[in-house]
């Protein structure tokens, strides 16, 4: 089941670091006309606008998730597919596809792919305690090089893992 939802857009960490000095650079450098700091603020801000250019567009992917089993017990091994198809009418960047385990992200790399072309991944789910493992949703997150912004749109909805404790065969009771 592939359903979109609002696409997030964010400034990481790493553009925040930058875009304050920048504008603090801009603010002091036309104070004190100093024009090195004028040179830094036009710098970061001229980072910032190449990387508007990588995140921009639409994704036109679609992402979906099986499940081998939905119910296992404390131990097995069970996997999910991560099926990616490229449905836009040219070739798709690479990009990530995060994928949210219980309390951890995976994150899957997605090669170029043509049109129409998909890849297939594997992702082994946790099952060494039993109760039930969150898996989802997938997000397709497109990044600049210098990791300033993040784009991220949500494309399938939450699975849940069924993991219950291992049944032990009990041994006959003698009768008497």
Excluded at 108 to 127: D, F, K, Y
Excluded at 146 to 167: E, F, G, I, K, Q
């Amino acid at each position: 089941m592939t359903t979109h939802r609002p696409t997030r857009r964010v400034l990481t960490s790493s553009g925040r670091a930058l875009t304050a000095p920048a504008a603090s650079s801009y603010v002091i450098g036309v104070q004190l006309g100093w024009t090195e700091l004028l040179i830094l603020a036009a710098g970061g801000t001229l980072a910032l606008m190449q990387a508007i250019l990588f995140v921009i567009g639409k994704q036109y992917m679609s992402v979906q998730r099986r499940l081998e089993h939905h119910l296992v017990s404390v131990g097995d091994d069970v996997s999910a597919t991560v099926v990616i198809v490229n449905n836009g009418r040219s070739p798709a960047a690479p990009t990530v596809i995060e994928e949210r385990v219980g309390e951890r992200v995976i994150e899957i790399p997605i090669p170029w792919l043509a049109t129409g072309e998909q890849s297939s991944h594997q992702i082994e789910l946790p099952t060494d305690r039993r109760g039930v493992v969150s898996i989802g949703p997938s997000r397709v997150t497109k990044r600049d090089p210098l990791n300033l912004l993040c784009r991220a749109a949500a494309h399938t909805s939450v699975d849940r893992l069924w993991v219950r404790p291992r049944a032990v065969p009990l041994a006959s009771v003698p009768t008497g």
